[in-house]
């Protein structure tokens, strides 16, 4: 009887609280957050953050606080919080990338047990946001550290993840001979024809088409970042390097973008002839960059998986896996108007693809993994069940339950993140103005000026703010609300 008191009790605890997921913890936040109400969803998502301090989820949480305080302006905060985070993704770079003991408990609980140790457009937007926020400071010097960062975090979402599919996949195939001779095979559970249909209405017939680490190569990385970076270097130029930066960051974002953009053209042009000497200066410009929409959520499909193990008499296990739901409620477009004429944008970085890209090359890991926990969990539970003798009903009932509860898919993901990041380009108008939304903002005739456009869904508040490079003191970012329930007064 003391070995059944000794599983009721966490069972009991589990049943009673159950598990929240990052998708119903963010939903009143971003409630708030699409309606334009950046400073309400900054207290949400702040006292939360505050919960989760030293959890294994601290960091998704201060990313998501470290983007609602900046588009609430409030910027130093948003500095702090977004440091806080870097901290953490450099204390994780510099440990091994998994955990024995964290794999162990995620194998008999579920994967977000695991700390979040954040994607690579994570990290990228982590510092794109952060130098963003130097810039708006003026702060340039540290602004030009973060675009390093974000350059470097650029290029390991190559290098880094080409080698970590690598070991997932031997290590897994490796798994799945050992789990055989545990008594399962998930390969068997992977390859019956109702688990593959129900997938595959989710995911896609190439669910676990095995591609995943020649995909991994050309893994899409966020083209934005180089754009700001030749901005910044064009802008704040001390020198020839600085030219060259500028006009070469330019480049490699043009050609991501298939040399389509006309904005990026008209910036490989300036920046090389600046950087060659053929100008003496980048020009007069204006950018109007429009964050629009909201990026996907996770949410979860439930299937029953036929279990193939030592017994015969085990049910199938109701599982859940992860899937993106994307947020389709967004403006694709706003009214700026220059000297008489309307500005054409351009997709710079399209973030639900960026996710999607990531999230498809980790699928084949996710799936696998997640059938190999619920295979032992199953296992567990009829072994508890007949070494429990006459009280093997009891223990059948409790990991029953615990097996549903415990079954949930890892949903966490930085939410507050745009769906697609555009702008548009123009030589700074004779009268320093121009109209956005059919609202004046003026701009400063000399140099280059950003005027930062947010609208987080198609009936919500647009925030705008604008700042150039110009050394002087810093005043605070000049904000506009189109509506009641705006970011700002």
Same mark, same amino acid.
């Given at each position: ?6 599983? +009721? ?8 609280? #159950? ?23 900054? +207290? ?8 989760? %301090? ?11 606080? #470290?983007?609602?305080?900046? %588009? ?32 162990? %408990? ?18 990228? $937007? ?59 095979d998930a390969s068997k559970t992977l ?18 088409? #095995? ?14 970042? =180089? ?106 477009d706003i009214n700026v108007v220059a ?52 009280? #093997? ?5 409790? $990991?029953?339950? =615990? ?55 198609a009936s919500g508040a647009i925030i ?26």
């Amino acid at each position: 009887m003391g070995k059944i008191c000794g599983i +009721a009790l966490p069972l009991l605890s589990v049943i009673l609280f #159950g598990c929240a997921t990052h998708t119903s913890e963010t939903e009143s936040a971003r409630k708030s957050w699409a309606v334009g109400n950046a400073l309400q969803a900054e +207290a949400q998502l702040s006292e939360i953050a505050l919960e989760k %301090a030293d959890s294994g989820d601290e960091l998704v949480w201060l990313l998501e606080e #470290g983007a609602a305080s900046r %588009a609430g302006g409030n910027l130093k905060k948003s500095v702090d919080v977004f440091n806080k985070a870097y901290s953490i993704i450099c204390e994780y770079e510099n440990e091994p990338e998994t955990r024995l003991s964290e794999e162990a %408990a995620a194998f008999f609980t579920n994967q977000s047990y695991i700390p979040y140790k954040g994607y690579h457009y994570d990290k990228i $937007m982590l510092c794109v946001y952060q130098s963003l926020n130097y810039i708006e400071l003026k702060d340039f010097e540290k602004a030009s550290v973060e675009l390093k960062r974000m350059s470097n975090f650029q290029a390991e979402a190559a290098s880094k993840n080409a080698e970590r599919i690598e070991k997932r996949e031997a290590a897994f195939r490796d798994a799945q001979k050992k789990d055989k001779n545990a008594g399962y095979d998930a390969s068997k559970t992977l390859s019956n024809p109702f688990v593959q249909a129900e997938l595959q209405k989710c995911y896609g017939a190439n669910f676990m088409s #095995g591609n995943s680490f020649q995909r991994a190569r050309g893994i899409y990385v966020n083209p934005f970042g =180089y754009w700001l970076g030749g901005v910044y270097f064009a802008a704040t130029a001390q020198d020839a390097s600085d030219k060259e930066q500028a006009a070469s960051l330019f480049r490699i974002c043009s050609d991501m973008l298939a040399n389509s953009s006309d904005v990026l053209a008209r910036d490989c042009l300036a920046s090389e002839s600046f950087a060659s000497g053929k100008s003496q200066e980048f020009g007069n410009i204006t950018y109007v960059v429009y964050e629009t929409g909201m990026a996907p959520i996770r949410k979860q499909i439930r299937i029953d998986l036929p279990l193939f193990i030592v017994a015969k008499n085990v049910p199938h296990v109701a599982v859940n896996f992860p899937y993106l739901s994307k947020q389709n409620s967004y403006k694709p477009d706003i009214n700026v108007v220059a000297a008489g004429s309307k500005l054409k944008f351009d997709t710079i970085s399209n973030i639900d693809e960026i996710i999607q890209e990531e999230f498809d090359i980790e699928l084949p890991y996710v799936i696998t993994k997640t059938v190999l926990s619920a295979a032992a969990k199953a296992t567990a539970q009829y072994f508890a069940a007949q070494s429990a003798g006459d009280f #093997g009903v009891f223990v059948n009932i409790g $990991m029953g339950i =615990y097996q549903s509860l415990m079954n949930d898919a890892d949903l966490r993901t930085w939410t507050t993140l745009p769906k697609e990041i555009k702008v548009a380009r123009i030589e700074t108008p004779s009268d320093s103005k121009l109209l956005l939304e059919g609202k004046s903002i003026d701009l400063n005739p000399k140099g280059v000026n950003i005027v930062y456009v947010k609208s987080m869904s198609a009936s919500g508040a647009i925030i705008v703010r604008k700042f150039d490079f110009s050394k002087e003191a810093f005043k605070p970012a000049h904000l506009i609300a189109e509506k009641d329930g705006g970011g700002s007064k």
